[in-house]
């Protein structure tokens, strides 16, 4: 920030900054021994972060961080595809560019496969055939059944991983977080979570833990209020409900928490809008500047130099002062371009200019009726002498000067004359009219030139004059150069982070954030909203703005009753923590016998891709089979898909003989449920 | 069924060459380069059509399964659309807007937007409105 003349006015400059290519780690003996370490990546549509999960101290932090895209121009081999940081400046391939994400979830898996061969190239995995480590990966909430069996089939067929386990990366956070400040469960809370895309309201019910009848049963803390009771048979996981009396409440021991699938809510607003939002905003403010004013700039405007108010309107009557707008506003320079703001001159400069070309134009005229005046009077003076000629008598000179004028009658040649008389009248009768009077016969003068190619030949060269003055001007205070390479980024600082409360500010219908969690608040009971309103988390990349969370908490006091408690968190590493939380889950949870939260090869072949092995950073599956696509090689394809229904179905998948290497599931599967 | 993947793998192993660096050109060794992904076109597409679905019509697959009222999916949590009225605000500073200009539509605070925006090119008044999304669909 340089400090300039006068009044403290901020001048900043971009900084560009580019990335560098990322290392190639050696596999270091500790995430070999004594079994493979699991491989941690938070896939974010933003950018994907991977490492390991050891207890190594070199190794417990993030090694790779990166932007989720991949670059191939056209033509270029599939292996010429640059992702990630080996793209030092991510402009002039921003049209090359591709994510695997669409909003927050993946449908590209040609990319993911390329992100995955990046990542384990990087981490340094060199066997053959498979990579032997148990990969946690991160994953939509809701995210679709087909989306997670692509990226089953992806992780399981192509890299033959042992296991997967798929988690979302703010219930990751929710639960580092509450592991370093050591809090005690049951963890119940509401985690607000915005990344790139999209921003989600989770709310997270602690699970109690149920011996009944010798089972261990796990209960849902929401269905025992609502004495619905809905439990899930712990011994055989996955299967569907059934129902049970509420004698449930009365053995309870808290294990863990379980996210609340059926009331989370999630907002289409986040990162994403706010960087092209401002970039419209100020492509429309300086049109001239189309091109300097790109994605990755806004980004590092929105990351340093926005926040968000405490009360929008109030802070938005304090940008009325014109004091307060100096002293706020930042000028992010340009660097100079060279060219001429054509579009900048003031109205003045282009009445000058119009004028001055009037007068041009009315010069040209001048000199042409001139002209035109003189040959017409040399033509009258030599047919008025023919005509002399006829009337001395002196009939052969007068019929020869017939045949060189190339007339046929003394009558034409009396016309001729008279046309030629009035013609010379006129023109004197102009010329003193233009003498005198300029302006009012503009009008007509400006269809004249149009006939004669050389006015407007002359008239170019006239406005290279023009432009010539023009640039002696650029000294003076009225057009300063530095000025006009300048972007006031004012208001907009505050604007763009705003649209996350406010969608309506790019058109949106849906409810901001505060009004979602309104609106999730409502769906449960006093005391519920009570317990979930105590911990409210706060994560995710775009939850960084300074002031956020005490908008947060300033929208929780309005809309909660008066004088009740609340309380907000913000994570401590809003973007890196669902990595960290990631990491520690696979820690705790090593993949082993116990295999809860763990997919395993056995059970991706025999429950199929979409099977997800809940655990308390996850979120629900709900049973439900669904067609395997069929590649585009086979010759027909005979998926049924049916669902697993209740209690005694008997469901059969049969597919089609298809190669060896697509086919995963066996010919046929049956699941018999309990 | 278990042993023919298993010969697949150590097929692989066979032809897959020493480990040795890596180098740009020689694809990595730790995976399957026979993988063809299920999800690209789809039966009828045959060799042409390899795109990817997108998220649009996934949603439309997953919509057509059999969910029970209360299921949560990816589009039953999306955020209904707001109960309040939306605020007004000008479209070139972005104050508190009372007032709308009846020609070109927008929003301003000051009889210096105004002016302003009465100077304003057309399509930059067409991008203020599509930033909006209030641009006039009638035809």
């Not at chain 1, 005490?550 to 006091?557: F, G, S, T």
């Not at chain 1, 993949?591 to 979409?610: C, F, M, N, T, V």
Request: hydrophobic share 35%; proline share 6%; charged share 20%.
């Amino acid at each position: 920030m340089a400090a300039q003349d006068a009044p403290v006015c901020q001048i900043i400059s971009f900084h560009d900054s580019k990335t560098s290519p990322d290392p190639f780690f050696e596999l270091s003996p500790q995430c070999l021994n004594p079994t493979p370490a699991p491989i941690v990546i938070d896939n974010g549509s933003f950018q994907t972060r991977a490492g390991w999960a050891t207890s190594a101290a070199e190794l417990s932090s993030l090694l790779l961080q990166f932007r989720s895209v991949a670059a191939r121009s056209r033509g270029a081999a599939r292996s010429e595809t640059q992702i990630g940081n080996d793209i030092p400046n991510l402009e002039p391939l921003r049209w090359l560019l591709k994510s695997q994400f669409d909003r927050n979830v993946v449908v590209n898996f040609e990319i993911q496969e390329l992100i995955f061969d990046y990542i384990f190239t990087h981490l340094g995995i060199n066997s053959e055939g498979s990579v032997k480590h148990p990969i946690v990966l991160t994953e939509a909430p809701c995210n679709p059944l087909h989306c997670r069996q692509m990226m089953s089939e992806l992780l399981f067929e192509c890299y033959s991983v042992p296991y997967v386990s798929y988690g979302v990366d703010g219930l990751y956070s929710f639960y580092h977080n509450n592991a370093q400040r050591k809090q005690q469960p049951p963890h119940t809370g509401i985690i607000l979570s915005s990344g790139y895309h999209c921003s989600h309201i989770l709310p997270v019910i602690n699970s109690r833990q149920v011996t009944t009848n010798g089972q261990l049963l796990l209960c849902d803390f929401q269905s025992c209020v609502l004495k619905s009771c809905h439990l899930k048979c712990f011994k055989y996981p996955n299967t569907h409900q059934f129902p049970l009396k509420k004698l449930c409440c009365s053995v309870l021991c808290d294990v863990n928490f379980r996210l609340d699938a059926v009331n989370c809510k999630r907002v289409n607003v986040a990162g994403s809008q706010a960087s092209s939002y401002l970039q419209r905003l100020l492509q429309l403010k300086y049109p001239g500047h189309l091109s300097s004013i790109t994605l990755s700039r806004m980004e590092e405007l929105l990351h340093e130099h926005s926040y968000t108010a405490v009360d929008y309107h109030e802070e938005m009557e304090k940008w009325r002062s014109p004091e307060f707008y100096e002293r706020e506003v930042h000028r992010m320079q340009l660097s100079f371009s060279g060219k001429l703001p054509s579009g900048c001159v003031t109205a003045e400069e282009r009445q000058e200019r119009r004028a001055q070309q009037l007068r041009r134009l009315q010069e040209i005229n001048a000199r042409r009726r001139e002209e035109r005046l003189q040959q017409d009077q040399e033509r009258l003076d030599r047919l008025l002498a023919v005509q002399e000629l006829w009337e001395d008598g002196l009939l052969d000179q007068f019929h020869r000067s017939l045949v060189e004028l190339n007339m046929d009658s003394a009558e034409e040649l009396q016309s001729y004359i008279k046309k030629l008389q009035l013609a010379v009248e006129q023109g004197r009768q102009k010329l003193l009219h233009s003498d005198g009077v300029e302006g009012k016969t503009e009008g007509l003068e400006f269809e004249q030139p149009m006939d004669e190619g050389d006015g407007v030949a002359l008239m170019d060269s006239d406005f290279f004059e023009d432009m010539l003055p023009q640039k002696s001007n650029m000294a003076q205070p009225s057009f300063n150069m530095a000025e006009y390479h300048q972007l006031f980024v004012g208001t907009e600082r505050l604007r763009c982070p705003e649209i996350l409360f406010q969608p309506s500010l790019i058109g949106e219908e849906q409810m901001g954030l505060m009004e979602t969690l309104q609106y999730v608040l409502a769906r449960y009971t006093p005391e519920q909203q009570e317990a979930l309103v105590s911990n409210v988390f706060l994560t995710g990349g775009n939850i960084q703005y300074p002031g956020m969370k005490e908008r947060i908490e300033r929208e929780l006091l309005a809309m909660r009753p008066f004088q009740s408690h609340f309380k907000v968190t913000m994570a401590s590493r809003p973007a890196l923590d669902a990595w960290y939380g990631a990491r520690d889950w696979a820690l705790e949870h090593p993949p082993g016998e116990a295999l809860e939260g763990w997919i395993s090869r056995q059970d991706y072949e025999e429950k199929g891709g979409e099977y997800l092995s809940e655990h308390c950073a996850s979120n629900i599956f709900i049973p439900m089979k669904i067609a395997k696509p069929v590649p585009a090689r086979s010759a027909e394809p005979s998926v049924t898909a049916q669902t697993s229904t209740g209690a005694s179905a008997a469901i059969t998948t049969v597919t089609s003989s298809l190669d060896a290497s697509s086919a995963s599931l066996s010919a046929d599967v049956t699941m018999v449920t309990s | 069924f278990n042993s023919t993947v298993e010969n697949k793998i150590i097929f692989k192993w066979h032809y897959g060459g020493p480990p040795a660096t890596e180098s740009t050109a020689k694809p990595p060794p730790f995976k399957d380069h026979t993988f063809l992904h299920s999800g690209i076109g789809g039966a009828a597409a045959g060799k042409k059509n390899r795109t990817w679905k997108n998220l649009k019509q996934l949603l439309v697959l997953e919509r057509a399964l059999p969910w029970k009222l209360d299921d949560p999916n990816y589009y039953n949590i999306d955020a209904p659309p707001s109960l309040k009225p939306a605020k007004k605000y000008s479209d070139i500073s972005g104050l508190p807007a009372n007032y709308t200009d009846p020609q070109t539509k927008l929003r301003f605070t000051s009889p210096d937007e105004f002016s302003y925006i009465r100077l304003l090119p057309s399509d930059v008044v067409t991008g203020y409105l599509t930033l909006r999304k209030a641009t006039c669909i009638v035809p």
